[in-house]
C-alpha cells in the first residue's frame, strides 16, 4: 500500500513539474515569439491540455471514492483519448481530417466529468436521488443529441432537434444546480 502512495506521490509530482516547465516554455514564446503558426499551436494545445486535463480530474474524483470506477475509468480514457487524438491534429503528426471525432471525444468527456462530479452526491433521501437520476438522464440526452448533430454536419432540417437539445440543457443546467441546493436543504437540521 505504501509503494502505491509513494509511486502516485512521485507521479504527480512529476506531471506537476512536466506541466509547469511547458507552460514556461509556452509563456517565453508567447513573449518572444511572433504569434505565428508554432504559437498559434501552442495556445491550441494548451487549451487541450487544460480541458481534457479538468474532465480527467472530474472522473478521477469519482474513481478516488472507488464509486462507478467502470464510468469513471471510461470518462479518464476519453479524456486522454481526446487529448492525443485533438493534439496529433492540431501538430499535424498524422493526416487527421475529421474534426467530428474531436468533437465527440469533447462531448463525451465533458458529459461523463459532469455525470463524475454529480455522481459524488450522496444521499439516503428520495426527493435528492430523483434530483440526481434525472439530472444525469438531462446529460445524457444533451449529449447524445449533440453527437447526433455532430455527426449529420448540423445540417438536420429539423428545428425540433434544436428546441429539444435546448429543452434538455435548460433541465441539465437547473439540475445540477438544484440537486446540491436540495442535498443541503434536506440535510439541514430543523
Not at 28 to 57: H, M, N, V
Not at 122 to 128: F, G, L, N, P, R
Amino acid at each position: 500500500m505504501e509503494e502505491n502512495v509513494s509511486f502516485k506521490k512521485v507521479f504527480l509530482i512529476t506531471m506537476i513539474i512536466s506541466l509547469s516547465l511547458s507552460a514556461l516554455i509556452g509563456i517565453i514564446l508567447f513573449l518572444i515569439g511572433d504569434f505565428g503558426e508554432i504559437e498559434r499551436k501552442i495556445f491550441l494545445t494548451t487549451l487541450t491540455i487544460g480541458g481534457f486535463s479538468l474532465t480527467a480530474l472530474c472522473s478521477s474524483a469519482l474513481y478516488d471514492k472507488h464509486k462507478y470506477v467502470v464510468f469513471s475509468s471510461l470518462g479518464m480514457i476519453i479524456a486522454v483519448l481526446g487529448f492525443l487524438i485533438t493534439t496529433v491534429a492540431i501538430w499535424e503528426i498524422l493526416n487527421f481530417g475529421n474534426i467530428k471525432i474531436i468533437i465527440i471525444l469533447v462531448i463525451l468527456s465533458v458529459s461523463i466529468a459532469h455525470s463524475s462530479l454529480l455522481l459524488l452526491i450522496k444521499s439516503e433521501k428520495t426527493i435528492v436521488n430523483i434530483s440526481l437520476v434525472l439530472t444525469l438522464l438531462f446529460i445524457s440526452v444533451v449529449a447524445i443529441i449533440l453527437i447526433i448533430l455532430v455527426l449529420s454536419g448540423f445540417d438536420l432540417d429539423f428545428e425540433f432537434y434544436y428546441r429539444i437539445l435546448g429543452v434538455f440543457a435548460i433541465l441539465d443546467v437547473l439540475g445540477t444546480i438544484v440537486t446540491p441546493i436540495i442535498l443541503k436543504v434536506t440535510s439541514m437540521n430543523n
